[in-house]
């Protein structure tokens, strides 16, 4: 159980077009997502954070009207790039809370997308 | 502020233990992570740790001293496919995952 999807698993793109990445919780509500990116051989850094039907919660520094997040319902939460230019190119990862788990915060990691920019 | 340290790179070899180590400095406390992130791929879970003492789970433990704000992952049997990079993250007081920088683990036959 606890599997999380995410879709695209890599996408290339032009610069000053928008992406839309896709999380899905597949077998469990998730309550709570997050979005992280990674650039190489860096560690991971949160983005945003974000609970079903309620506005994300972005960290400092990041555009939050750059990076929207929509969190429409307990399985599906979205991160659109909005205008992308090539240094957001990096590795885009969602995770989520299982909201039915009162006592546990472990995170379950989708697989990952890779956004190129050119 | 917020900091969690652990190692940038180890060397094993294969059939042998490791212990990687993580030191943290964080507002409040509750519990510790360690995942592990193969390249190019998403993190996957490994162990919690809320309380002191140690955690064993197959080949892979987990050690937890809150007083000293101190863990360790130790992997024992090192296989090949182990090499990766392990994440040690802390659950802050506002139940925030913390993240380290991560150790990339490198295993030699």
């Known amino acids: 159980g606890a599997v999380v999807s995410q879709h695209p698993s890599w996408v290339i793109c032009k610069s000053g077009t928008s992406v839309k990445i896709e999380c899905r919780s597949l077998?469990?509500?998730?309550?709570?997502m997050f979005w992280y990116r990674q650039f190489p051989k860096q560690s991971l850094m949160l983005m945003a954070t974000?609970?079903?039907?309620?506005?994300?919660?972005?960290e400092q520094g990041v555009e939050k009207d750059k990076f929207l997040i929509n969190h429409a319902s307990l399985t599906l939460s979205t991160l659109t790039v909005t205008s992308a230019h090539p240094e957001d190119s990096s590795f885009y990862i969602c995770?989520?809370?299982?909201?039915?788990?009162?006592?546990?915060?472990?995170?379950?990691f989708g697989p990952g997308t890779r956004l190129t920019v050119t | 502020g917020q900091n969690i340290d652990q190692p940038t790179e180890m060397t094993a070899t294969e059939g042998a233990i490791v212990q990687i180590n993580c030191t943290y400095q964080?507002?409040?406390?509750?519990?510790l992570f360690w995942y592990q992130q193969h390249a190019g791929e998403a993190p996957t879970f490994l162990s919690y740790?809320?309380l002191d003492g140690l955690e064993e789970k197959g080949r892979f433990s987990s050690f937890l001293s809150r007083s000293k704000g101190y863990s360790y992952l130790l992997l024992k049997e090192l296989q090949m496919k182990d090499s990766a990079s392990y994440l040690c993250?802390?659950?802050?007081?506002?139940?925030?995952?913390?993240w380290g920088a991560g150790t990339k683990l490198i295993i030699k036959p």
């Open positions: 964080t507002s409040g406390f509750n519990g």
């Open positions: 740790n809320v």
């Open positions: 077998d469990f509500q998730a309550t709570t």
């Open positions: 995770s989520a809370r299982d909201g039915e788990l009162a006592d546990t915060y472990e995170q379950y």
């Open positions: 974000s609970n079903e039907g309620s506005k994300a919660t972005y």
């Open positions: 993250a802390v659950l802050d007081s506002n139940y925030q995952l913390i």
